[in-house]
């Protein structure tokens, strides 16, 4: 019996169930086509449920899933049969909660895609080889945004877009602190 | 400039589907990754790149090798920038290329700077990344830095170094068993995931000593553990100290209980939860031990939330298969999350109830299924179906009622699985209630009439054989079954006739119509029908032979049918006959399904290609097809491949032993693995000094053995015939080696002789001994008899547990465990272990093995052997007692 708390993988996909980031942390899925056959079968089992207020959560192929919505965003978090269900909607909530911090409120796959680097570094901060890392959403985002910034370039070098992004950036890193 | 990522504003809002990677194409972005290279770095956009790098890589993109590559030098120079953003993504795409052991070393010495950095992030992540892509040989430089980064001041270092050591243990135990007292140290932290990670650590690092792990489990539960995560930990360990130390029962006093009882006091909904879970697990748990766990478990039915509602309806039902008087409280609860909107909680909630449901209930409990049958998707159904199943068995005068409701979702939609579900249950049912048989039958006639599965309808054609004739009125059945020879597909028609044979062998006032039935369908197009009703009308026919018939029709076939299969390919149309008996009995092991995924790192050309599937008909034909051992016979055995040499050396070897009546044939299978290397005239030299029953009489050599294609050489010995003689041998590889030029492939002329030292092999009993399973093993030891029973008592010593004295004993013997026996569950005291097999001479042979465990691990044995010969059983004692 697995005796850590194990994440087998935590999916974002959106509202056609395709890709927006996925992390894989077991070797159940050997190679892509696999991949994409489980996220089929989670979205189409998952699709009509209404998760936007309260986590959801399914068990299928011996896996638990636990899964949120959001706008066009669909959040899921995989582990084992035998898993503490809990213990998987803690991470969920702490992806979604910390997506929704970084993304500032407007949550949708735009947005999402946009700050692509932002959400894979949020992935990379919560689970390390299918160990959990951290489930508070305020310290996940922190530690990602914290330095997002690019201190060197010179502003008038910076189009509009960018520069407000940037000051975009300063504020939220302020009210992050 | 084509930048998607500058884009932003242009088609802000007009387009629903905008994308930033909207055309994105590798080449493209590869192309675009030579900014990494530009002497002065713009992070922003090197940033950029990378993330469209991972998206592609995220999206199941694959880079080639020289792709990886490139792009693996190309970001090895952003290390150059001071940007911290763009430092995070580095580390993250260098996780992600996952660069091999000679690209590593590139990156190496600015890992290393960066953990030793003053900037926390860096030491982090920088830690992270190098413990995962490194090897063994690194981890002793670096030991130092992360022995200083598990009791680091910053949380985020200090985790990080722990989980990679919980990494690390896995490859490399030894280094990271060195760091306990650090390890110790971080347990006491007050950073709560600090404590987790140490925690997990530490654990594994003591997982194999027992007395510690009870040591650190008792310390912890007295402390005060500050992380939920850490305290569902301690949970789990706890019962798993509380599982392996049994010897708990005869105090009443569970030790920990207290403990687990105040985590459900627990502030965490998770610790919570875990402990209840734990205590519903104990090993032979009370009903008082249970009852503040329900408790618990019954708060949570009612939660808002939908994943606390699953967590404990899906632990209550568990509950219910052992106590489910336990769980009656909950009944009122669980009825209104019939109605919950999450399915999977509705059939657990409902599947709950018909176990712990009571006779009254019934009734009421099927009504609410109806409606609620019709909603939720098939795979659900199948579980209801099966609950209903064991409810039915467990309150048999409701037979009605359930098989009424069974036969009413019959004739209702659904794919193929819920179907058989539900006929597989009718069939249960039929068969150990005896009052619901009639009206089951009737059902299934029923559903045949209108079912698309043609598996289903052979399967209850092939059912209503063996118990329709046994009814009170077997007529009545016969319409259903004739109906089917007009109506459906061939496969179908024959198993009607079938099925009309057996009615008519069985029952003599139907003989008569079942004659002028079964002439009709000799007019059927499909030859297996037709086929089928000339043989049973010729059999049928004969006068006198009705047990043979009884025997052709229902007795059971004890040959495999993959076997028969291949050797009715093989047969070649001949004056000979196809002989049934020349079928080889042994029960093919199917090869384990590869799970697990190829290692990260390849580990190149070196190990030898995995051994073909050791298939005893494709050893036959290749044994047969040598002149030399063609007239040894029959091949009685093939056994496993058994390596002859270490993984990775110049010379892969392995041999598989043949064994025959009066011979045995060592087939080694070679394997060069020196490109530079062309080896001829291979043979191997046995030498069988202690194995004196044994002379060798032919050897065939190995013509040219090239770089990596496998080859064989085969020794060939004479032994007594019949005799299960065993011997150990001892092996040398000779050969004449080439050198060959890797550039042209070309070998030179001349070779030089050289020997090459292999491992012993032995002939042990269990080669003599063929796994054929039986399907009754009851039936078939009565049927044996006492005649040539052998039983004595054993005594195994001291043994880790008994799983491992059952296997020990089914290896020694090489037989076919029968009914699962060869299961042990976990902490029993005594177990009967069923093995059945086919020895030298075609002797079939019954095992019956007693173990128990006396003392603190002592075990001992009673073993009962039944077999046709007592020569037999006397050898199988001998096996034994000399093992």
Partial sequence: MELCPTIKNILLLDSEGKRIAVKYYSDDWPTNAAKEAFEKAVFTKTQKTNARTEAEITMFDNYIVVYKFVQDLHFFVTGGENENEIILATVLQGFFDAVGLLLRGTEDKKEALENLDLILLCLDEIVDGSIILETDANVIAGKVDSHSMDAGAPLSEQTITQALATAREHLTRSLLK | ?883
Avoid at chain 2, 322 to 332: D, E, F, L, Q, R
Avoid at chain 2, 425 to 445: F, Q, T, Y
Avoid at chain 2, 691 to 702: D, N, Q, Y
Wanted: proline share 5%; glycine share 4%; charged share 25%.
């Fill in chain 2, 1 to 883: 400039m084509a930048q998607p990522f500058l884009k932003k504003d242009d088609d802000h809002d007009d387009e629903v589907d905008y994308s930033p990677f909207l055309g994105i194409e590798k080449g493209a972005v590869l192309q675009e990754a030579r900014v990494f290279n530009d002497p002065q770095l713009d992070p922003r956009r090197c940033s950029q790149v990378i993330t469209k790098l991972l998206y592609l890589l995220n999206q199941g993109e694959t880079f080639t090798k020289v792709e990886a590559t490139e792009v693996f030098f190309a970001v090895t120079k952003l290390f150059q920038s001071r940007d911290l953003g763009l430092r995070r993504m580095v580390y993250v795409i260098i996780k992600e290329l996952s660069p091999s052991a000679d690209e590593v070393i590139i990156v190496t010495s600015s890992l290393m700077k960066d953990m030793t950095s003053k900037t926390d992030m860096y030491r982090a992540n920088a830690i992270r990344v190098l413990c995962q892509i490194t090897d063994g040989t690194l981890l002793t430089q670096i030991e130092r830095y992360l022995k200083q980064a598990i009791v680091d001041k910053n949380p985020v270092v200090a985790s990080a170094a722990l989980v990679s050591g919980i990494h690390l243990l896995q490859t490399n135990p030894e280094i990271v068993k060195r760091w306990s007292n650090e390890v110790q140290e971080a347990v006491q932290s007050r950073a709560a995931l600090v404590q987790f990670h140490a925690l997990a650590l530490l654990h594994q690092i003591r997982q194999n000593d027992r007395l510690a792990v009870n040591k650190l489990v008792s310390s912890l539960t007295r402390g005060s553990v500050r992380s939920p995560l850490a305290q569902c930990l301690l949970i789990r360990y706890t019962s798993q100290v509380t599982r392996e130390s049994a010897s708990n029962t005869q105090t009443g006093d569970r030790p920990f209980y207290d403990f687990l009882e105040g985590c459900l006091r627990h502030k965490a909904e998770m610790v919570i939860f875990e402990a209840a879970r734990a205590i519903t697990e104990l090993n032979g748990v009370t009903s008082r031990e249970l009852t503040p766990a329900i408790t618990v478990l019954q708060l949570f039915l009612s939660s808002t939330k939908p994943v606390l509602r699953f967590a404990a309806v899906r632990t209550l039902n568990k509950v219910a298969m052992t106590h489910p008087i336990a769980v009656t409280n909950c009944n009122i609860d669980m009825e209104s999350l019939i109605s919950d909107q999450n399915r999977s909680i509705a059939t657990l909630a409902i599947t709950t109830l018909l176990k712990t449901g009571n006779e009254s209930s019934v009734d009421r409990l099927m009504k609410q299924i109806t409606t609620f049958m019709s909603d939720i998707a098939d795979e659900f159904k199948i579980v209801v179906i099966e609950a209903i199943r064991s409810l039915c068995l467990k309150f048999p005068l409701k037979h009605r009622s359930l098989m009424n409701f069974l036969s009413n979702i019959l004739r209702e939609e659904g794919g193929f699985e819920y179907k058989k579900a539900i006929v597989d249950s009718i069939v249960i049912l039929i068969r150990d209630i005896p009052e619901a048989k009639e009206s089951g039958l009737l059902h299934l006639c029923e559903f045949i009439e209108d079912c698309e599965f043609t598996y289903l309808s052979t399967q209850i054609l092939h059912f209503l054989g063996i118990e329709g004739p046994k009814t009170s009125d077997p007529s009545k059945y016969i319409r259903y079954i004739y109906n089917r020879v007009h109506l459906e597909n061939a496969t179908v028609r024959a198993g009607a006739v079938s099925t009309l044979a057996k009615f008519g062998a069985m029952v003599d006032s139907l003989k008569p119509r079942i004659f002028v039935l079964l002439r009709r369908c000799l007019f059927d197009t499909d030859d297996e029908v037709r086929d089928r009703a000339t043989l049973y009308l010729k059999t049928l026919g004969a006068d006198g032979a009705v047990e043979d018939m009884k025997e052709f029709l229902f007795g059971s076939l004890d040959i495999p049918l993959v076997n028969l299969e291949r050797s009715l390919k093989n047969y070649e149309p001949s004056e000979e006959s196809f002989d049934i008996n020349s079928v080889p009995k042994e029960v093919k092991i199917q090869p384990l399904a590869e799970k697990k995924a190829p290692g990260k790192k390849p580990t190149g050309l070196g190990g030898p290609p995995p051994a073909p599937p050791s298939t005893i008909d494709a050893y036959e034909k290749l044994l047969s097809s040598i002149p030399e051992f063609a007239n040894f016979g029959k091949l009685f055995k093939s056994s496993a491949p058994v390596e002859l040499t270490e993984a990775e050396t110049e010379y892969a070897v392995n041999v598989v032993k043949h064994i025959f009546d009066g011979h045995v044939v060592f087939q080694y299978n070679c394997t060069n693995t020196i490109p530079e290397q062309l080896l001829e005239n291979v043979t191997v030299i046995v030498d069988a000094s202690e194995a004196e029953e044994f002379a060798e009489v032919a050897s065939k050599p190995l013509r040219s053995l090239p770089y990596d294609s496998p080859g064989q050489t085969f020794v060939a010995f004479e032994k007594p015939e019949g005799v299960p003689a065993v011997g150990k041998f001892s092996n040398m590889l000779r050969f004449i080696v080439k050198e060959v030029d890797p550039s042209t492939g070309e070998a030179e002329d001349d070779g030089v002789e050289d020997e090459y030292q292999l491992e012993e092999l032995e002939v042990v009993a269990a080669d003599y001994m063929l796994k054929v399973g039986v399907s009754n093993f009851r039936n078939a030891w009565e049927s044996m008899g006492p005649d040539c029973e052998r039983v004595d008592e054993y005594d195994l010593g001291p043994r880790e547990n008994l799983a491992e004295a059952v296997n020990a004993v089914i290896n020694l013997l090489g037989m076919q465990p029968c009914e699962g026996t060869e299961v042990v569950p976990s902490n029993s005291r005594s177990h009967t272990c069923l093995l059945s097999g086919v020895y030298i001479g075609n002797v079939k042979v019954l095992v019956r093995l007693q173990f128990g465990i006396d003392g603190p691990k002592d075990v001992a044995m009673k073993l009962a052997v039944r077999s046709e010969d007592e020569a037999v059983s006397d050898a199988i004692h001998e096996i034994v007692a000399s093992g």
